[in-house]
């Protein structure tokens, strides 16, 4: 994918937002107001989730209880007993329940419609590939995958099928970040010139896939840095040109397969760069700030589910309302399927996120600037 300057970023924002489907392979596009149109039909689509974790348990399946176009219709878990628990708890009838291996027959069960990949990162490809094969809709969640071959091969199975590929990206519809860049695209306080961006958390159990690479693809950046990276690049409303990074690690035991921390640098081809640190060794780390010609602007916390806050060097308020990101960004898609428009959160821009995130772990290792400019994801 070639290198997308800032008018061509905001021109396909006006696009999607719009909903003018492209006669064209999607691409990325920024954020826009996640208020979905008015349906062509009333019916909501049926959505499985694949994985059965904490966040689909805890966040997710409870979001759906919310969603105005989307319902909870079949689950992939390879636990029996999970199979059992969501069953009695949302009614989920047995031809809607499935295991890895039984992914396929979701061809013949016009009930569910999207499918919601919420695997470790290392599975994302293997069950969004069955999904779209099964000729579903695919929501997957961030990371897209831990390369962007892996990536690629995911965008490609979902067109062969005609369906659309999303990204879990639920702070590209959350309002606080939404009106983080109203004040950036409108120069509120002027130009920004520079973004301090930070995410992380002590992390827990040592056994966890979180700290296996071969399942995660790698640490902390893979997890939570990410965030920081589409924030800066909604601010900045654009892609990397070029990527900076020094990794660290205190404890080599726990960290053995994965980067402890991470801090780096994006630079943008507007002339703005982004200073960014992520970790899973110290809680407490969760802002976003935007520092322009006349002041700055901020959230912290910026990356919660919920009572994230904002504020700005001229005393007026970041207000933004509270709303349940993840049924927000589901009813997103689900609108974006009924209507025939593209998703603002497509797949080419989780491929071009885990290139940057590739660039950044080749900047640790050299100790080199990386450029990203003209190379293809």
């Known amino acids: 994918m070639e290198p997308t300057s800032r008018r061509d970023f905001l021109r396909m924002t006006a696009i999607a937002a719009a909903g003018v489907p492209l006669a064209r392979p999607l691409i990325p596009s920024i954020a826009h107001r996640a208020t979905p149109t008015t349906s062509r039909q009333e019916r909501k689509l049926g959505f499985a989730l694949v994985g059965l974790g904490s966040l689909s348990t805890n966040q997710i399946a409870p979001a759906l209880q919310k969603t105005k176009h989307c319902r909870l219709a ?57 999904a779209a094969r099964a000729g579903k809709h695919v929501l997957c969640e961030k990371p897209m995958e831990v390369s962007t071959e892996k990536c690629q091969q995911m965008i490609d199975e979902v067109k062969k099928a005609g369906r659309q590929l999303a990204i879990g990206y639920r702070c590209r519809f959350e309002p606080h970040h939404l009106e983080m860049l109203r004040i950036a695209q409108q120069k509120e306080l002027g130009d920004v010139r520079l973004i301090e961006s930070a995410f992380g958390f ?21 997890d939570v840095g990410i965030y920081s990276i589409q924030s800066a690049e909604m601010i900045a409303g654009a892609y990397p040109i070029a990527v900076s990074a020094m990794t660290n690690k205190t404890d080599p035991v726990k960290f053995k397969d994965v980067e402890e921390s991470m801090t780096y640098e994006l630079k943008f081809p507007n002339g703005i760069s982004a200073s960014c640190t992520t970790s899973y060794k110290v809680n407490g780390i969760n802002r976003t700030t935007a520092y322009a010609d006349n002041g700055s602007f901020g959230l912290t916390p910026a990356f919660n589910y919920d009572g994230n806050k904002g504020w700005r060097s001229d005393n007026k308020p970041l207000e933004a309302p509270e709303v349940d990101q993840f049924a927000t960004e589901m009813d997103n898609f689900a609108d974006c399927i009924i209507n025939n428009r593209p998703t603002s959160v497509p797949g080419e821009m989780g491929l071009r996120d885990v290139r940057t995130m590739m660039a950044l772990y080749e900047a640790a290792r050299t100790g080199r600037t990386v450029t990203l400019e003209g190379v293809r994801g």
């Open 74 to 130: 079949g689950i992939v878990t390879g636990t029996p007993a999970k199979a059992v628990k969501w069953k009695a708890q949302y009614g989920i009838p047995d031809k809607s329940i499935y295991n890895y291996d039984t992914m396929q027959r979701m061809a013949d069960n016009p009930d569910i419609d999207v499918v919601y990949v919420v695997t470790p990162n290392a599975l994302h490809a293997r069950d969004t590939i069955k």
């Open 202 to 222: 002590s992390i827990g159990d040592p056994t966890q896939w979180r700290l296996n690479k071969a399942l995660a693809g790698g640490g902390p950046l893979m």
